[in-house]
């Protein structure tokens, strides 16, 4: 059976019903409907809560989510990494494995991957349905940003019901950073500078966050002139500068890059 088929057939079902699973109304909200032309893949299997592999060898990393990291290496596995990945796996049985796929503009990652937007039988983009049930971050990485008004939304949805990783509020302090990776951070803005690299944003104990020079003209200059004294959240993946063989005084440890404004917002 071919994906619109599919499509026709879940429609006629009921959209908002998956086996063993009833959705509440705000859950059952529709976020980022699929757009006129999906190609159709067939999940072989799902690998954790962002990142399916397909039957035609490709491995597809979904984009505008970051789902919580599940166990590797002898390392315990993040909170509702395996809701999360079980959730996937639900719609994805759902659909009989059969998914659209919408690719970003930029078509792959530095692993090899393929970066895409998936959508179920019933239309509903997989992404924007995990966010919306709290089991993942929303983060927009240029130039894949088309979606990121109702990925945003659909986390908000999450984060105003305190639903899943929302229930306890993952945003954490500069002092609270201990290692690389995906963050939420919140702090005051003690100073922004502009040079040749960019625009630095700097916060208190030891994190800058950075917006390289082809990425300046996406943010707002008037909000980046702004922003000294004030309190503001940026996520993205923070790297420790440290582990690079030494900081340069003063040099703060943590670097966060914003490629999006999506990215850096004012706290709620």
């Excluded at 019903?17 to 190609?39: D, K, R, T």
């Excluded at 290496?73 to 079980?86: I, L, M, T, W, Y």
């Excluded at 390289?212 to 996520?235: C, S």
Aim: charged share 20%; hydrophobic share 40%; with cysteine.
């Amino acid at each position: 059976m071919g994906f619109c088929q599919l499509l026709k057939k879940a429609s006629l079902a009921g959209a908002f019903f998956v086996p063993g699973i009833w959705l509440s109304a705000a859950q059952a909200q529709v976020f980022c409907p699929a757009p006129a032309s999906v190609a159709p893949v067939h999940v072989q299997r799902v690998v954790d809560g962002d990142t399916v592999r397909l039957k035609d060898g490709r491995s597809v990393r979904m984009i505008g989510i970051n789902a919580p990291e599940t166990g590797k290496k002898g390392r315990s596995g993040e909170p509702f990494a395996v809701a999360a990945r079980q959730r996937l796996q639900a719609l994805v049985n759902a659909s009989d494995g059969h998914l659209g796929l919408v690719p970003g503009r930029e078509g792959n990652d530095r692993y090899g991957r393929t970066l895409a937007h998936l959508y179920g039988a019933d239309g509903n983009n997989l992404e924007a349905q995990l966010l919306a049930e709290g089991l993942g971050f929303q983060v927009g990485v240029a130039p894949n940003v088309e979606l990121v008004a109702c990925q945003q939304a659909a986390e908000n949805s999450a984060r105003n019901a305190r639903l899943g990783l929302w229930r306890q509020s993952p945003v954490q302090s500069v002092t609270q950073l201990k290692r690389s990776g995906f963050a939420l951070v919140s702090g005051r803005v003690s100073k922004v500078e502009r040079n040749r690299g960019g625009v630095w944003i700097e916060l208190p104990g030891s994190l800058v966050l950075r917006i390289a020079p082809d990425r300046v003209r996406l943010f707002d200059a008037a909000m980046l002139n702004g922003l000294q004294g004030k309190t503001i959240e940026a996520r993205g993946w923070v790297q420790d500068r440290s582990r690079r063989g030494g900081l340069k005084k003063p040099q703060a440890r943590w670097l966060l890059p914003l490629t999006d404004p999506s990215m850096l917002g004012s706290t709620p």
